[in-house]
């Protein structure tokens, strides 16, 4: 079946322009997670959505930054006001729930100039 | 809080050779312990994983065992192949609510012919 797939897959943006990043998770996934991968930190946890629950924000790294997720399917990750130091590759994630193995989309490189 | 740590890469290493990539974890509780791989141009995808103390994880020739009393997971393989050139890491799945992994740095193998 289809797997996790993120738009675009590259994004080349101005500093102080806002983007928007979009994931969609496998069918029938109830978890989604967001992470960026930066070559001065690594794989890092952004955000995480369950089901209706409240997401948990506490990886994002200021308030330019927020994701909502509608229908409990298609998530969108939003920078506002870009800095050149959000540059880096966003990697989306689901799950069938909480506990079981993650699947990575391939990413959206993201390059602030 | 909760942390990987890998060994400095790259490494280089003729085909046949054998692998040994150090990971040792800091975490509460008892997370789950995962090894994934990146290959040039594809998203992150699972490697091998262990749940519990001294499981003993395993895929494509790659080990990797559980070792609580030295927070150690360490992927292992016997005899490299070009086709494992890729970038590996480790990370721990939390025990807390939101399940998010925390991943290592990330090391770049490079495996000669």
């Known amino acids: 079946g289809a797997g996790v797939s993120q738009s675009p897959s590259n994004k080349v943006t101005e500093k102080g322009k806002d983007v928007e990043l979009r994931c969609d998770p496998i069918s029938g996934h109830t978890a989604l997670y967001w992470y960026r991968q930066s070559l001065g930190q690594g794989l890092e946890f952004l955000i995480y959505?369950?089901?209706?629950?409240?997401?948990?924000k506490s990886g994002l790294p200021s308030d330019r930054f927020s994701a909502e997720r509608t229908g409990g399917s298609v998530s969108t990750l939003t920078i506002q006001r870009t800095q050149q130091e959000d540059s880096a590759v966003y990697l989306c994630?689901?799950?069938?729930?909480?506990?079981?193995?993650?699947?990575f989309g391939p990413g959206t490189r993201l390059t602030v100039t | 809080g909760d942390s990987v740590t890998q060994m400095e890469g790259p490494v280089t290493l003729s085909e046949e050779a054998f692998l040994t990539i150090n990971c040792t974890y800091t975490?509460?509780?008892?997370?789950?312990l995962f090894w994934y791989v990146q290959y040039p141009g594809e998203g992150l995808q699972l490697l091998l994983k262990?749940?519990?103390?001294?499981d003993k994880g395993s895929n494509k020739g790659f080990e990797a065992t559980y070792r609580k009393e030295t927070t150690s997971f360490h992927l292992e393989k016997g005899s490299v192949q070009v086709s494992d050139s890729a970038v590996y890491f480790c990370?721990?799945?939390?025990?807390?609510?939101?399940?998010?992994?925390?991943f290592g740095k990330g090391i770049t193998l490079s495996v000669r012919p």
């Open positions: 994630a689901s799950s069938i729930a909480r506990p079981y193995e993650q699947y």
């Open positions: 990370a721990l799945r939390h025990t807390g609510a939101n399940s998010k992994l925390t």
């Open positions: 262990a749940t519990k103390a001294d």
């Open positions: 975490a509460t509780g008892y997370p789950s």
């Open positions: 959505f369950q089901g209706n629950s409240a997401p948990d």
